[in-house]
T-cell receptor, first 118, second 114 residues
Framework: GAVVSQHPSRVICKSGTSVKIECRSL??????MFWYRQFPKKSLMLMAT?????????EQGVEKDKFLINHASLTLSTLTVTSAHPEDSSFYIC??????????????FGSGTQLSVL | AQSVTQLDSHVSVSEGTPVLLRCNYS??????LFWYVQHPNKGLQLLLK??????LVKGINGFEAEFKKSETSFHLTKPSAHMSDAAEYFC????????????FGSGTRLLVRP
């Protein structure tokens, strides 16, 4: 099946620094990618939807200046956590839609990034 | 508004015994429901989906789920657990008219004892 590669799988950083997480579709073109956040023992919460070549759409309550999303190509979207603080520590997961299909079978997930801010 | 509740954060079974992972949903209209599985260091994988066709849905790896509107449930079952089934399972409902506005449950970790 299609593969979505997410890197890094784990990152530890100091408070005040910025961290970039990459999400790549390895064998398909992804016009749309999604970023989720998961708190311990909580469900995945959609943070934003990114479309290639345009601005991301953020969910209510998500700070767009804190979580910068760039989707500059059909195979790569990045999430940058700017000026990270301990409360940003979480598990972040991306997903990518294969082509123009809205079928859920065409939605593929990365393996996630565990961010720890000291 | 739509939501899903996974009633158990952890379920432990012995290998070869049945698996039951519970999920209840809330939806103001006919929902689409899904189960995803996440193995360690892997991406979420679609196990099965319900989209208003047959109420008993068969998925991969011997899993199935039954949509019960009267009980607002979509429990995941498997007759006989295998060690390789140990993973995190998410019950998901689609939000709105987009199959990609997915609303996730909090997950159930399945442990399989030898």
């Amino acid at each position: 099946g299609a593969v979505v590669s997410q890197h890094p799988s784990r990152v530890i950083c100091k408070s005040g620094t910025s961290v970039k997480i990459e999400c790549r579709s390895l064998d398909f073109q992804a016009t749309t990618m999604f970023w989720y956040r998961q708190f311990p023992k909580k469900s995945l919460m959609l943070m934003a939807t990114s479309n290639e070549g345009s601005k991301a759409t953020y969910e209510q309550g998500v700070e767009k200046d804190k979580f910068l999303i760039n989707h500059a190509s059909l195979t790569l979207s990045t999430l940058t956590v700017t000026s990270a603080h301990p409360e940003d520590s979480s598990f972040y997961i991306c997903s990518a839609r294969d082509g123009g299909s809205y079928k859920v079978e065409k939605l593929f997930f990365g393996s996630g990034t565990q961010l720890s801010v000291l | 508004a739509q939501s899903v509740t996974q009633l158990d954060s952890h379920v432990s079974v012995s290998e070869g015994t049945p698996v039951l992972l519970r999920c209840n949903y809330s939806s103001s209209y006919s929902p689409s429901l899904f189960w995803y599985v996440q193995h360690p260091n892997k991406g979420l994988q679609l196990l099965l989906k319900y989209t208003s066709a047959a109420t008993l849905v068969k998925g991969i790896n011997g899993f199935e789920a039954e949509f019960k509107k009267s009980e607002t449930s979509f429990h995941l079952t498997k007759p006989s657990a295998h060690m390789s089934d140990a993973a995190e399972y998410f019950c998901v409902v689609s939000g709105g008219d987009s199959s990609y506005k997915l609303i996730f449950g909090s997950g159930t970790r399945l442990l399989v004892r030898p």
